[in-house]
């Protein structure tokens, strides 16, 4: 018996050692839970997407730069085995998305094929941004000024670029920068 309650009293500390190590572990950037777009799931961001390079993207239904999707989806395919993650947080703030959920996944999903994580609506500038733009803008000094503004984050949460609107996905000095934080 005695044995038994020093093994369960073991597994307990480990276990609270090892929750506070991966807490530390998960950038701050990635320290939210998110609802999956047109869905009741949620997503713990440090959980899903901690450790990986990621590209955050305030995106809108009915923006001249909507077709960015294409570039995007073919971002994610390229680079997801390699570490990359692209997630889509949709925004009104600039009066180009849809207000129904349903409709801005339909577009998403048949017209661009959208298959990297997509999530609920956010304001993404101003007094109302998300915490999570908040940090990105904190960050990197920017916020976006327009639909498609991309933040890039390394592995570790430690670096944060922002790029415009006007940077293309399929932009060769973008991808290189992608693929230089891949590699770091």
Known sequence: MKVKGIVVKALLALSIVSTSSYASECPNVLKFMKRKLNSQETVNLCEAYSGKTVLVVNTASYCGFTPQFEGLEALYNNYKDKGLVVLGFP??????????????????????GVKFPMFEPVSVKGDDADPMYRMLKKATGKSPSWNFNKYLIDSTGQTITHYSSMTKPTDKDFIADVEAMLNK
């Open 91 to 112: 925004s009104h703030d600039f009066n180009q998305e849809d207000d129904d959920e349903g409709k801005t996944a339909e577009l998403c999903e048949l017209t661009y």
